[in-house]
């Protein structure tokens, strides 16, 4: 059984930064890509990065250039720095582990509050 933690959220004021790591307990070779989502109040769950295990990173518009997912695969760990975060950015976050058959498995999330 895979398991997703997620860690790093916080509140932070306007234009600071964080940092969210997210380990998983399966072994990197099973692993097809990782995904960050935010979910914020009264709203969906959108994707605002995603790596593969070729390392292609990808983000949407809202978050390009602000937001940077990398990863440690001795560490079984992918990160999302987030910089000059906006009030817009508070949701909770959560950690996609995506495996070479299909199977997706989700973080318990992490809060990030953004504070104007």
């Known amino acids: 059984q895979v398991q997703v933690v997620e860690s790093g959220g916080g509140m932070v004021q306007a234009g600071g930064s964080l940092r969210l790591s997210c380990v998983t307990s399966?072994?990197?070779?099973?692993?097809?890509?990782m995904g960050w989502y935010r979910q914020a109040s009264g709203k969906q769950r959108e994707l605002v990065a995603q790596i593969t295990s070729g390392g292609t990173t990808d983000y949407p518009d809202s978050v390009k250039g602000r937001f940077t997912t990398s990863r440690d695969s001795a560490k079984n760990t992918v990160y999302l720095q987030m910089n000059t975060l906006k009030p817009e950015d508070t949701a909770v976050y959560y950690c996609?582990?995506?495996?070479?058959?299909?199977?997706?498995?989700w973080g318990q999330g992490t809060q990030v509050t953004v504070s104007s």
């Open positions: 996609a582990v995506d495996d070479v058959v299909g199977r997706r498995y």
């Open positions: 399966t072994t990197i070779y099973s692993i097809d890509s």
